[in-house]
């Protein structure tokens, strides 16, 4: 048993322990307070103990041990969209006890506009002054960036990415968004019936090199 808290060093509090579950049982080397921050409660397995110690690491008035700890998100972070994420099953983005800091890229296989919320499923039961929508972002100015790109050629399979990251502070930053296109070649009517009748190997070899991604 691995005791934490401050209060544990109270000498009757350690008599009353051991005389429940036995001396050899307790394990006395263990710094009180750093187990308090290292410390998860049993069913929530999330931290909630050692948070005045915490703060302490945090802020450069105090001086205390290096403690190295990892914030969790408590609840699961979900989007709704206007167009399917590629490569994303169902509606959750960031399940519970994903750790902050996590940036992820969002893949969206249209020629339109984005625009997406991010925010908490109504399953969860949130403190009453804190709002299920976390960000709403607009993604405009794809139809025209498509169009700059293929110039006189085709656009084949364009595809909007967003690349979204988890702060430490739990909340949620859109951090980049770029429009990718394949761009081919246009072929006029004559090419188009050399193909359907067959044209030759040099002419498909000089096809396949007209094939470029630009973005």
């Known amino acids: 048993m691995i005791l934490h808290g401050g209060s544990v060093r109270v000498p009757f509090v350690q008599k009353a322990l051991e ?11 263990v710094n009180a307070d750093e187990a308090a921050v290292m410390g998860t409660h049993p069913q929530k397995s999330v931290i909630d103990i050692g948070a005045i110690f915490r703060g302490a690491q945090l802020n450069n008035q105090f001086r205390v041990k290096d403690i190295r700890s990892k914030d969790y998100t408590v609840y699961p972070i979900t ?10 099953s169902g509606s ?8 902050l800091g996590y940036t992820k890229s969002l893949i969206f296989k249209t020629s339109h506009d984005v625009s997406f919320t991010l925010g908490y499923p109504s399953s969860v039961k949130l403190p009453n002054d804190i709002s299920p929508t976390i960000l709403t972002a607009n993604i405009s100015g794809v139809p025209q960036k498509i169009e700059k790109l293929k110039g006189v050629h085709e656009c084949h399979d364009p595809t909007v990415k967003i690349n979204i990251k988890l702060t430490d502070s739990g909340l949620v930053n859109v951090l980049h968004s770029e429009v990718t296109c394949e761009i081919r070649e246009k072929k006029n009517l004559a090419d188009k019936f050399k193909g359907f009748f067959g044209g030759s190997g040099k002419d498909k070899e000089e096809n396949e090199k007209d094939d470029q991604v630009c973005h």
């Open 19 to 29: 005389d429940a579950v036995g001396t050899n049982k307790i394990a006395k080397t």
């Open 79 to 88: 989007i709704t969209a206007n167009a399917s994420i590629d490569g994303l």
């Open 92 to 99: 959750v983005l960031f399940p519970a006890r994903t750790k």
